[in-house]
């Protein structure tokens, strides 16, 4: 549209409901240091109330249709959508616009989600695989808009008012930043006419770009009674914009992607060492990170920190061309069951052109993926392994286990 606002939509034969979502490209990456946590709030207060709807009312609109809405904030993007039937995709916009374009932000209600935000951090205070990843990110991007967590710290979250909410939203909630997506029972033209209605009145803004990320590593270690060690370790991958990722991604998925992985059939299978181990592969647009986890007893906890070094250092010479086909195989066919819903399919166009500006054909993501060979995820793991640089966090009883420079020294041995 004329102010930057894109408009993407797919539609899907057979079906009568569809997805409709409005996404903007600005998350906690986009936070200043004080503002830490404004971005996950501002998402929660967007229900509570506008100028013609309450909060109730706004639940009602989509509810009364059997429809629902939600919303989610993540480092480079924040997602209000809905899914509805065919019939109440403009209501569903309607309601989307409203609590995009005029919210009240009313004292009362600032102080209900506070209470409520403030419960939410603490619930994942007492979730150590949660928490943990949040002190893992920080490592590996310490000091930096990247690296902070999500919620925020309790402290900065107790103090925002409602001008800085506005503050965020004027600075980030520009149609050049926000792109509607919608799939299934969707007419491409109503939904452009409709956004030209709600949206087309706004005003392009100006914004700067990301701080660049610096992933340096480190070590954070918690000991704490529990019933379990925790562990997550992560190494630097490319971005989402490099070809490179879907190297990372096959070697992520070869590594500890599902039960034929070789981290579950080592660690679990075979040893014993834990119930739940896992690998994957995250991107940004400047980074990514491989990302594995894995919890043990207090007992075990360096030795199941040591394979999975091994295992690691292990991919480099001797991944086979079977657990590449696999790893290929499984990526595939998660993207191609994925285009079944139209939820998913709504994710997609809207990251896909956030991304590229444009959507890619599924041949062309299919195509990259079947072009990673058995020597390019050697060569990956081993560039990896190499690097010299990781991020550690360990939580629990884990007083005893090893630091990050004992297992950077098995990856080299």
């Known amino acids: 549209m004329p102010n930057g ?9 057979g079906l009568k409901s569809a997805s409709i979502g409005i996404w903007i490209m600005a998350g906690g990456r986009d936070e200043r240091a004080e503002e830490n946590g404004i971005a996950h709030f501002l998402e929660h207060m ?10 109730l009312q706004i639940a009602e609109a989509i509810e009364d249709v059997g429809g629902y809405i939600n919303a989610y904030t993540g480092r480079e993007m924040t997602a209000y959508y809905a899914r509805v039937l065919e019939a109440d995709v403009p209501l569903a916009l309607d309601v989307l616009a409203d609590i995009l374009l005029n919210p009240l932000f009313e004292q009362a209600e600032i102080e209900v989600e506070r209470g409520v935000i403030l419960q939410e951090i603490g619930q994942v205070l007492d979730t150590p695989d949660d928490v943990i990843f949040d002190w ?18 309790a ?8 001008d800085d909410l506005f503050s965020f939203i004027g600075r980030h909630y520009t149609p050049d930043r926000m792109i509607l997506s919608a799939a299934g029972a969707v007419d491409h033209d109503e939904i452009v006419r409709l956004a030209e209605g709600l949206f087309g009145h706004l005003a392009p803004g100006t914004h700067g770009v990301h701080e660049p990320a610096r992933f340096t590593g480190g070590e954070r270690r918690e000991v704490k009674t529990l019933e379990q060690a925790h562990m997550a370790l992560a190494f630097e991958c490319p971005s ?27 660690l679990r299978e075979k040893r014993g060492l834990c119930y739940t181990v896992f690998a994957q592969a995250g991107a940004y647009a400047d980074t990514g990170l491989i990302t594995l986890y894995a919890g043990t007893s207090a007992a075990q906890i360096g030795e199941l ?12 010479q001797d991944m086979t061309p079977a657990e590449v086909a696999r790893a290929r195989a499984q990526m595939k066919a998660g993207l191609l069951m994925g285009l079944e819903s139209p939820s998913n399919r709504t994710e997609r166009l809207a990251r ?58 098995r990856l080299a041995a």
Not at 46 to 55: L, N
Not at 305 to 316: D, G, K, Q
């Open 352 to 409: 896909l052109v956030s991304i590229w500006d444009r959507v890619p054909g599924i041949e062309e993501t299919i195509a990259h993926i079947d072009a990673v060979t058995t020597g390019d995820v050697r060569d990956f793991a081993g560039r990896m392994a190499g690097a010299g640089q990781a991020a550690l966090a360990l939580y629990g009883p884990v007083s005893k286990a090893p630091g990050l420079d004992a297992l950077q020294g």
């Open 46 to 55: 967007a229900f509570k109330g506008t100028d013609k709807r309450s909060t």
């Open 5 to 13: 606002l894109r408009v993407v939509t797919e539609r899907m034969p």
């Open 155 to 162: 402290e900065r979250v107790r103090g925002f008012t409602r």
């Open 305 to 316: 920190a040591e394979l999975t070094m091994a295992e690691i250092a292990r991919s480099a």
């Open 240 to 266: 989402y914009r490099d070809p490179a990722i879907y190297t990372a991604q096959i070697f992520a998925t070869a590594l500890g992607g599902g039960m034929s992985s070789r981290l579950f059939q080592e």
């Open 136 to 153: 893992l990110q920080e490592v590996a991007y310490p000091g930096q808009s990247i690296g902070r967590t999500l919620l925020g710290p």
